[in-house]
């Protein structure tokens, strides 16, 4: 059935423990020292922060506000999906200027300094610290100029450089991590694979640079209907791609819909309009029915590619229809 036919009176709007000590960089503790309660900081006041130096969330800078839950749980400040992971593995909180204290939440696969499995350490500036077997972090307390210097690196990583949405690269990282942890606990996960309709004319009639103004403005515009969650991503060119946590078929047609129309009825630089086409694929569905879990990376590559590939013939199908359409993966 089409989409439209689907979405006929959508309401349009914003869319075992081990005990160990620690060396004598960090101490470890056994009764929790609370957290520090610090004011809004100054501009040049320096600010504590966990930097992700390996695992799904690498390059990535998240600041420390009181305190900072770190697990799989969606109330997780700093979420991690990898079932290796535990739903609440750990906890970092603010002691004092300088000093924050690291606390495992009695996690699966446990909390690790220096190699060491602890349950309760004070981390100072510099000091790392290792989830499970995959996820390594450290604790850096950074003034204005150093937080923007992450920043512009961490932007230089993870997105494109004309539009600020994260990049293809990121994404399909993003989409591995996502698929794993969905063939596992049954989450499902949708991909929409957006296309500008007819962008060439606009290049060719006002030049690259206003095409260029045009994007930037194209993704300012799609992420008003995102969840803090989803991911926008630079597909290349004038494509992007949206990967959608926790969402089944039909919502994944109303959030289509809410970016088509959205995009359809703004007016970009000199009045233009613009339109989208797009195509969504969602696991599991029944276009992609639920695979067991396997270990290894093959079975997951191997999903990412077939969740991409249906994406990518529903879009052509929207193409197709005439474009400015919304098609998931199997509509007849």
């Not at 799904?56 to 079932?83: H, K, T, V, W, Y």
């Not at 997105?159 to 990282?173: A, E, G, K, M, P």
């Not at 969650?229 to 290349?236: K, M, S």
């Amino acid at each position: 059935m089409p989409a439209a036919d689907i979405l006929q009176g959508f309401a349009e709007g914003p869319a075992g423990e081990l005990e160990d000590t620690f060396p004598s960089l960090a101490e470890c503790e056994d009764v929790a020292t609370p957290p520090l309660a610090l004011p809004a900081p100054a501009a040049g006041r320096r600010q504590p922060h966990l930097i992700a130096l390996c695992g799904a969330r690498m390059g990535e800078l998240f600041a420390i506000q009181g305190r900072l839950l770190i697990g799989r749980s969606r109330e997780a400040g700093l979420r991690l999906l990898d079932e290796r992971v535990s739903r609440h593995h750990a906890q970092v909180c603010v002691v004092s200027d300088g000093v924050l204290q690291l606390t495992d939440l009695s996690s699966s696969n446990g909390t690790y300094v220096h190699g060491q499995r602890v349950r309760q350490c004070l981390l100072q500036d510099g000091d790392r610290f290792q989830l499970g077997s995959g996820h390594t972090f450290r604790a850096a307390w950074l003034d204005a100029v150093e937080r923007r210097f992450y920043r512009q690196m961490e932007d230089g990583a993870l997105r494109d450089v004309l539009t600020r949405t994260y990049s293809r690269r990121y994404l399909q990282q993003r989409l591995c991590s996502e698929l794993a942890f969905a063939q596992r606990h049954g989450t499902p996960v949708a991909l929409l694979v957006i296309d500008v309709d007819h962008f060439k004319q606009v290049n060719d009639r006002f030049g690259h640079l206003l095409g260029d103004d045009i994007l930037r403005q194209l993704a300012e515009t799609m992420q008003k209907e995102l969840r803090g969650e989803d991911v926008l991503a630079r597909w290349g060119g004038e494509e992007f791609a949206v990967l959608a946590h926790s969402t089944t078929d039909l919502p994944a047609l109303i959030l289509g819909e809410r970016i088509r129309h959205r995009v359809a009825t703004t007016r970009f630089q000199h009045g233009l309009p613009l339109h989208v086409s797009i195509g969504i694929a969602v696991y599991p569905s029944q276009a992609l029915p639920a695979l067991p879990a396997r270990d290894g990376s093959v079975g997951t590559n191997t999903l990412v590619q077939e969740l991409i590939g249906s994406a990518d013939e529903a879009l052509y199908e929207a193409k197709r229809r005439g474009r400015n359409q919304v098609v998931a993966s199997g509509q007849g």
